[in-house]
């Protein structure tokens, strides 16, 4: 028994030292992005058009910064293409733009983030498949990308190449986007969609046309909280109820059925769910106890239950109840709980979940914490030598090799937290650490194209 003890007793050790210290998290179909408590952005996942924003079309199973800016506030993830906003309000996106789903007038795939116009009022994102919306804090929302299903809901299919404001009103207040259509609330609590409506009905318009400008999906004015999925969408009442629309052929509507719904269904009679979120073709919920529930296509385990059966009624994916965030994507979920402690599981195929495999996990795993040395980078590249190691005060630098290119230089410590900003170097040879604190320290030279991580310990 003590023996059980102390191995429980270890694991959550580990589980503290490499895991907490994720803030937010969001899903692009087979990509990740997360920011740490820091403000610092990583990926993981398939990166063939630039999603990562890394500069490289290369896929990485771990996490891997996306630059050295410390301000990141919130992500999203489109099919691929990602989004974020910035602590100031700045928008930014990159990599696929075949569609102009990254908004900066061009088609031109960006493989870093880019800043897209100079307003800094957005606070909320979400990608479509190939296409973008957000909205302002003045409650107006902007489209922008693919518009052949009328997603954008201008009225029309024509592309947008730049952010869009749609119509004049000015009281939005929730947005989601599904693979061909948008649902969203205004703050009076009324519920609306536009774009694709199809056979499955998730617009509930009572016919199978486009719907290429915002409608009216129910009558009542008490919705909070709406997600959607490729062809259904999930929905949170302010009474704490449950509901879903659409598409249901592997039961991602979670109302015991595998049939499709062209009208609103209330799911089970709990009226505590407090926030909802929706993969591909499954649906993901946590409880006001903090208690996680998913439901639907369950093929690569992204269910998270230990099997590959699909649910067609809400289960509770283990005991825990400190989940705060979940998100889905094609085949696979990911979720934050209370503590920072990132979970990933279900497909892997692109090294979706972040584990450092490539392959499918049926119960959630832990991205760990990383640090400088945990990413995908090419490191250990001999630019420099530096001494004495250990050292008091001053590290000295030797370049071991000639070059035209400017380097900056990174610290941080054994937890990965940030100790010096990073830094040009403008050829310092001696940087002085007399004010950090003692204890191992990783000291990294980097520029665009190279870089070298060091373990220095300072006494």
């Known amino acids: 028994m003590r023996k059980a003890f102390l191995l429980l007793i270890n694991l959550l050790l580990i589980v503290n030292l490499n895991g907490q210290c994720w803030k937010d998290v969001a899903a692009g179909e087979y990509h990740n992005l997360a920011i740490k408590n820091d403000g610092s952005l990583w990926t993981w996942g398939f990166n063939g058009d630039g999603q990562l924003g890394d500069g490289s079309e ?5 996490p891997i910064q996306v630059g050295n800016d410390t301000d990141w506030k919130t992500v999203a993830g489109g099919q691929i293409h990602s989004l974020a906003i910035k602590n100031d309000g700045s928008l930014w996106a990159w990599g696929s733009n075949n569609y102009h789903q990254v908004g900066d007038g061009t088609d031109i795939n960006r493989n870093v983030p880019i800043r897209i116009g100079l307003d800094n009022d ?8 190939l296409f973008s919306m957000a909205l302002k804090s003045d409650g107006t929302i902007w489209v922008w990308g693919y518009n052949s299903s009328g997603q954008l809901g201008l009225g029309s299919i024509e592309f947008v190449t730049t952010p869009t404001q749609l119509g004049a009103v000015n009281n939005w207040q929730y947005i989601s986007s599904g693979i061909n259509h948008a649902v969203c609330t205004k703050t009076d609590g009324t519920l609306w969609g536009w774009g694709q409506n199809g056979i499955n009905g998730q617009l509930g318009a009572g016919n199978t046309q486009l719907v290429t400008e915002p409608f009216l999906m129910d009558g009542l004015n008490n919705w909070s909280e709406v997600e959607g999925g490729i062809y259904h969408n999930i929905l949170l009442n302010d009474n704490g109820s449950l509901w879903t629309i659409g598409d249901n052929l592997y039961g991602q509507l979670g109302d015991g059925t595998f049939e499709d719904r062209n009208e609103l269904t209330k799911i089970g009679n709990d009226n505590n769910w407090e926030s909802v979120s929706s993969g591909r073709f499954h649906s993901a919920a946590i409880k006001a106890d903090g208690t996680l529930w998913l439901w639907g296509r369950n093929l690569l385990g992204q269910i998270g239950d230990g099997s590959t059966t699909n649910r067609n ?33 279900g497909d892997n195929y692109y090294g979706t979940l972040g584990d450092g495999t490539f392959i499918d996990k049926l119960t959630p795993v832990l991205v760990e914490c990383p640090t400088i040395n945990s990413t995908n980078e090419i490191v250990n590249q001999e630019i420099v030598k530096v001494y004495p190691n250990p050292t008091a005060d001053k590290l000295k630098i030797i370049w071991l090799k000639e070059t035209q290119k400017k380097f900056s230089y990174s610290i941080v410590n054994s937890l990965g937290e940030l100790l010096i900003s990073p830094t040009i170097l403008n050829d310092k040879e001696t940087l002085d650490l007399l004010d950090l604190p003692s204890g191992l320290i990783v000291l990294k030279i980097f520029n665009q194209d190279e870089s070298q991580t060091i373990k220095v310990l300072k006494i």
Do not use: C, R, Y
């Not at 909320?124 to 498949?129: A, D, S």
């Open 122 to 129: 957005w606070i909320q994102i979400t990608g479509g498949t």
């Open 58 to 62: 290369t896929n990485k199973n771990l």
């Open 313 to 345: 009624v809400p289960i509770q994916i283990g005991d825990s109840n400190h989940w705060v965030k979940v998100n889905g994507g094609f085949g696979f979920t990911i979720a934050l709980d209370a503590e920072g402690n990132l979970w990933s599981w």
